[in-house]
């Protein structure tokens, strides 16, 4: 009789165990569970919020957000439909207008209380009045409903909200945040991880895995510690001496500092070419905004860079869509071959171009001299990493693209804030509207053709180079989980 007793209450506490919190997605950490990150510290804020989560402007800023916020989905490859669900476990198009999404109740904070539908309805109302650039049919919603006892959310829009509403709710901006991180930063988070300690001054950041996050397995790192890489490392001693376990080069593996890590990486993984380098116009310039001299500009650049032979890693590129994208054109544009403008024959136009290049400054010559030797076109190099004065005429840079919807990288380029392709918007604003409104997929990839061929052919921007990112690890981890079209920072998808 007594043995059944114990075995009664064996099996209640069995029970409550498996009930309760305590049941679900636990682990011990374990001091030897943490991974180093290389990262530019000079990206983060030195206050404890560390950077704008509703307007990130460099991708490792996103990556990082992206581990310490959650969305109400994600994007997933291997999904049916290419989206996991995260803190919404079901969502469905209800009219054109309408859409519905079922808030997960085991949806936690990291401090275990529960993620509700007023906290969703708070945070999607942010993300409307902020000044996102990855963002625009989230701008067009009219109300928010919650219906905290059936965990449900109802977004209602003042114009057809089509899929790409999935594909803006995936990305890092629209993850959910707890209020404390707009004014304290980042100790309570909706995200797989969880700050524990910031200070950039001392250059430290620490994560610590939110065990109530269904992205997080017990073969996800625990905990995680970032280390910043001054110009003072060396590279080929990096992951010998500092014990790194992971560095993300995004696009720039034409820096001779970089070089080395090739061969002193114990594990190296490459992306599909992901980060277009293109010049854009300073809109302070009067210049910029006559077409015959775009025009003129990029008739010669497409002459020079077809007779030159690009650096390593650099592969010259017409569009601003990596090919295997959705979106991206073949493109083959044939500018006017005019005679230059007489504007051009008196002027010397400075291009802004960010440190980084300094390594290809070779080359980047010998496109300057045959710019001038054959079209008249005289330019100047100012190799600085601040932002756009008066007197410049256009900048080089890079951005790496979205795989999935195109669109973000058009609202990104074309933002009123920040935008780099902002001047032009006007000229493209209808088209971006109907491409988030319209729900045939063969209308809704022709128009974004359009934008893309619009943008080159009225020279918004001329796209120069094309490179890839890549990532040096250590044989600690396992980054088979990682899409290596974007090879995003996804720390909770290494695999320990």
Known sequence: MQKISYLIVFCLLVYIFMNSDLGKNTFKFKDGDAINVAFPFRLLKSDSLML????????????????????LIRDNVHFPGGYEPVVAKKWEKLNSQ?????????????????????????NLQKIKDSPTRHASI?????????????????????????????HELSLADSGIKHKSNLMEGWKVTSGPYFVTEYSSEKRILKLQANKFSSLITDKSPKSVVFHHIGKEVDFGEIFTKSKLDLFLINGELFINKVKPLEQAAPMMLSSAPNCIHYLYFNSKNKDSNNFKIREYFAHSFNEVLSQLSSPKYLTRIKS??????????????????????????????????????TDISDYLNQIKDKLDSQFNLKIEYIFANESDDDDCFGRIQSFVGNQRDPLGSWNFLYGSEN???????????????????????????????????????????????????????SKRVNLTKWNTFDMRLRIYDVIL
């Open 419 to 473: 935008g780099k392709l902002a001047m032009f918007k006007d000229n493209v604003s209808s088209l971006l509207e109907k491409v988030g409104s319209i729900d045939n997929e063969e209308q809704k990839r022709q128009i974004l053709e359009e934008i893309h061929f619009k943008t080159l052919k009225n020279v918004y921007a001329i796209p120069l180079w094309i490179t890839q990112s890549a990532t040096f690890y």
């Open 98 to 122: 309408k859409w519905l999404f079922i808030i997960d109740e085991n949806s936690k904070w990291s401090d275990g209380n529960p993620i509700t539908c007023e906290d969703v309805r708070w």
């Open 52 to 71: 704008d989560p509703f307007n990130t402007e460099y991708a490792l800023q996103y990556y990082l957000l992206e581990n310490i916020s959650s969305g």
């Open 138 to 166: 989230l701008k067009n919603l009219e109300t928010i409903e919650c219906d905290q006892s059936n965990s449900k959310v109802v977004l209602n829009f003042s114009v057809p909200a089509n899929e790409s509403l999935l």
């Open 320 to 357: 601003l869509i990596p090919p295997g994208y959705v979106g991206a054109i073949k493109s083959d544009i044939n500018f006017a071959n005019n005679e230059a403008p007489k504007e051009l024959l008196k002027s010397k136009f400075k291009i802004l171009v960010g440190k980084e290049y």
